[in-house]
Nanobody, 127 residues
Framework: QVQLVESGGGLVQAGDSLRLSCAAS????????MGWFRQAPGKEREFVAA????????YYADSVKGRFTISRDNAKNTVYLQMNSLKPEDTAVYSC????????????????????WGQGTQVTVTS
């Protein structure tokens, strides 16, 4: 089993930055693709970003492209989401997830493909 714990959320103003962390325990996630998702109140969960097991490929939702950066440190069993130029519409609970993506497959954006999930961390951006 894999346990994922997010941290780094908070209350910030528009234009500010935050870095979210997702620490894995129980077993290594170095062979998993990792993703970040978010869910705003009254809205469905949506894909934010994903990264392959070795960090060689990343993929972003159009809404965050150019502002957010996903990265990972397999030695620390941790995945990060650097969020810059935050907007009020980025307000949501952000969750990380692990995907046992087959080798040489394209990163996946559907939440149903992800095997393990964290509880999430709240990000609130005020105008």
């Amino acid at each position: 089993q894999v346990q994922l714990v997010e941290s780094g959320g908070g209350l910030v103003q528009a234009g500010d930055s935050l870095r979210l962390s997702c620490a894995a325990s129980g077993r290594s996630v170095s062979s998993y693709a990792m993703g970040w998702f978010r869910q705003a109140p009254g809205k469905e969960r949506e894909f934010v970003a994903a990264i392959t097991w070795n960090g060689g490929d990343t993929y972003y939702a159009d809404s965050v492209k150019g502002r957010f950066t996903i990265s990972r440190d397999n030695a620390k069993n941790t995945v990060y989401l650097q969020m810059n130029s935050l907007k009020p519409e980025d307000t949501a609970v952000y969750s990380c997830a692990a995907d046992s993506l087959p080798p040489r497959s394209r990163l996946r954006v559907a939440a149903g493909n992800y095997d393990y999930w964290g509880q999430g961390t709240q990000v609130t951006v005020t105008s």
